[in-house]
T-cell receptor
Framework: DAKTTQPTSMDCAEGRAANLPCNHSTISGNEYVYWYRQIHSQGPQYIIH???NNETNEMASLIITEDRKSSTLILPHATLRDTAVYYC????????????FGKGTRLHILP | GAVVSQHPSWVICKSGTSVKIECRSLDFQATTMFWYRQFPKQSLMLMAT?????????EQGVEKDKFLINHASLTLSTLTVTSAHPEDSSFYICTPAGGYNEQFFGPGTRLTVL
């Protein structure tokens, strides 16, 4: 079973920051938090991942709470192309560890 | 970044036929491949894990005789849906493991069984 819970859907106005929360209260010390998104009829696209420090790349920022029980993905300036289902995943440090998807958050960017 | 290809991108077949889906890891050698399927408006569900040179391991509830997986080389894994039926219509996605931390996914194969 997935170790994460996310809101089913969210709306965000175009140009504003989209903040997507994720709860992972049973995360283990060596498990990473990964974020992917899936645009309709495509494979999941990697966004960002982190262990305990906040991370930022050209797509997004990942804020992980100090107790690591939750995290937030931030898309700083949402565009219509960011409309997708966003998945938060907890995964072990072994690259052969399974990747179990939860239900994700359907993000609607409103013009 | 890593490139993962799948072939075909979509396929329509008659009930009772078998369909083979290929997944290729184009820029690193993958000893492990994960296969998923996704029904409309649902999340990705892990079906099986293929391992180069050994038998695949299947998730609970997935019929190994119906979904044949072959991982013959470090860059190619295949999923064959045998005697496909309309309920097998789905979006099938693969991802090679053991390479990049980012874990790149294939573009998916849409199977429609008539």
């Amino acid at each position: 079973d997935a170790k994460t819970t996310q809101p089913t859907s969210m709306d965000c106005a175009e140009g504003r920051a989209a903040n997507l929360p994720c709860n992972h209260s049973t995360i283990s010390g060596n498990e990473y938090v990964y974020w992917y998104r899936q645009i309709h009829s495509q494979g999941p696209q990697y966004i960002i991942h982190g262990l305990k420090n906040n991370e930022t790349n050209e797509m997004a920022s990942l804020i992980i709470t100090e107790d690591r029980k939750s995290s937030t993905l931030i898309l700083p300036h949402a565009t219509l192309r960011d409309t997708a289902v966003y998945y938060c995943i907890v995964r072990g440090s072994n690259r052969d560890d399974k990747i179990i998807f939860g239900k994700g958050t359907r993000l609607h960017i409103l013009p | 970044g890593a490139v993962v290809s799948q072939h075909p991108s979509w396929v329509i077949c008659k009930s009772g036929t078998s369909v083979k889906i290929e997944c290729r890891s184009l820029d690193f050698q993958a000893t492990t491949m994960f296969w998923y399927r996704q029904f409309p408006k649902q999340s990705l569900m892990l079906m099986a894990t293929s391992n180069e040179g050994s038998k695949a391991t299947y998730e609970q509830g997935v019929e190994k005789d119906k979904f044949l997986i072959n991982h013959a080389s470090l860059t190619l894994s295949t999923l064959t849906v045998t005697s496909a039926h309309p309920e097998d219509s789905s979006f099938y996605i693969c991802t090679p493991a053991g390479g990049y931390n980012e874990q790149f996914f294939g573009p998916g194969t849409r199977l429609t069984v008539l």
